[in-house]
C-alpha cells in the first residue's frame, strides 16, 4: 500500500465565517467595559482571536491517501468505493440536501460551495454513499479515480 498524498484539503471556515467570530471582540469588550476599559480591550482582543483559532484549528481535512478516502475522522479503503462525482452550485446544494440518502456519511461545511458523492460498494456496510464538500470537487473525484486505479494495478 503506497503511503503518498494524492489530494489534501483543509475545509477551512470562510472569509464570513471567521469575521462573524472576531465581531465577538466588541462585545466582549462592551460587557467587560465597565469593569475597566484596558482589560475590557485585551479581554475582547484574546477571546476573538481564541475563537478564530478554535474554528481554524478543528476544521476538518479531505485527503486521499495510502489507498483510502479520509474525511475528517472517517476513512474507508477507495477499493469498497464506486465512481465518484462531482457538484458545484446548485446540483451540489442539492447533493448535499434534498437529493441525500439520509443514511449517506457526510462531511458537510457551510460556506464550501462543492460536493463530491462517492457511493460505497460494500455488500457489509449499511451506508450507501459519501456526502464530502470540497471547494475543488472536480480534483477530489479525479484523486479517488486515481487512488481506485493505483489499487486495481498489480505492482511489478
Known amino acids: 500500500m503506497t503511503s503518498d498524498v494524492v489530494y489534501r484539503e483543509r475545509l477551512s471556515p470562510s472569509l464570513w465565517t471567521l469575521v462573524a467570530a472576531a465581531v465577538c471582540a466588541p462585545m ?7 469593569v475597566d476599559t484596558t482589560l475590557a480591550l485585551v479581554a475582547g482582543v484574546a477571546v476573538a482571536a481564541l475563537i478564530v483559532w478554535a474554528l481554524m484549528a478543528t476544521a476538518p481535512r479531505v485527503e486521499v491517501i495510502g489507498g483510502e ?3 475528517g ?8 468505493l464506486g465512481e465518484p462525482v462531482a457538484y458545484s452550485g446548485e446540483d451540489a446544494r442539492f447533493a448535499r440536501g434534498r437529493d441525500a440518502d439520509p443514511r449517506s456519511w ?3 461545511r457551510g460556506g464550501i460551495g462543492g460536493a463530491v458523492v462517492v457511493p460505497v460498494e460494500d455488500a457489509d456496510d449499511p ?12 480534483r477530489l473525484a479525479a484523486a479517488v479515480r486515481r487512488a481506485q486505479v ?3 494495478t498489480p505492482r511489478r
Do not use: F, K
Open 73 to 80: 475522522r472517517a476513512h474507508i479503503p477507495v477499493d469498497l
Open 127 to 138: 451506508t450507501p454513499a459519501w456526502v464530502v464538500s470540497s471547494r475543488t470537487p472536480d
Open 69 to 71: 478516502l479520509r474525511a
Open 150 to 152: 493505483r489499487q486495481r
Open 106 to 108: 457526510m462531511l458537510v
Open 28 to 34: 466582549v469588550a462592551l460587557a467587560l467595559s465597565p
